[in-house]
């Protein structure tokens, strides 16, 4: 299986603002400059996340994107189904395929089985990672947020 840019830098790029941000407003071109994003790019990624409940945005000066809920509570398979559509590995494991048309073999292919229990396992990896994870593991790496540099006050 693989995921998408979509999915693969829309986790990046939520992962940069959980670390960097918190539940705070950032903007697109923070984000683009720190993980190597196009900001027209992410942009669009960021419409899907809008649409899921995971972001939110404000207007203005001090405006910019920030996450909708707290970092423990938004989880690589939250961010991976709204930038894919779904966690699926194949479609004909749908329920109801999206383009309408069912498997032929529906409930008599013993390979289907397969999918839906890879799928299954990965899900439950997916649901227990959230941004939270994401950036106590990159504390444990040593990483810098860039929210500490910004943070100094001149007299």
């Known amino acids: 299986m693989r995921l998408s840019t979509k999915s693969r830098y829309g986790l990046r790029a939520l992962f940069d ?10 903007q697109v071109k ?3 400059r720190r993980q190597d994003i196009s900001p027209r790019y992410l942009e ?10 995971i972001l939110k945005s404000k207007k203005g000066p001090q405006g910019g994107y920030f996450l909708a809920r707290k970092p423990d509570q938004i989880t690589v ?3 991976v189904a709204a930038a894919e559509g779904d966690t699926l590995l194949v479609s004909c494991t749908a329920p109801k395929p999206k383009s309408g048309k069912g498997c032929n073999l529906a409930g008599q292919c ?3 089985t397969v999918w ?3 799928a299954e396992i990965l ?8 941004l939270q994870t994401l950036c106590n593991r990159a504390d444990d790496m ?6 500490d540099e910004h943070l100094m006050y001149y007299i």
């Open 17 to 26: 603002m959980a670390y960097n941000a918190g539940t705070q407003p950032t």
């Open 30 to 32: 923070d984000i683009s």
């Open 44 to 53: 669009q990624i960021f419409q899907s996340f809008k649409k899921a409940g």
């Open 77 to 79: 398979k939250d961010i």
């Open 110 to 112: 013993v390979t289907q």
């Open 116 to 118: 839906q229990e890879a």
């Open 123 to 130: 899900g439950d990896y997916y649901s227990s990672i959230t």
């Open 142 to 147: 040593g990483f810098k947020r860039e929210s």
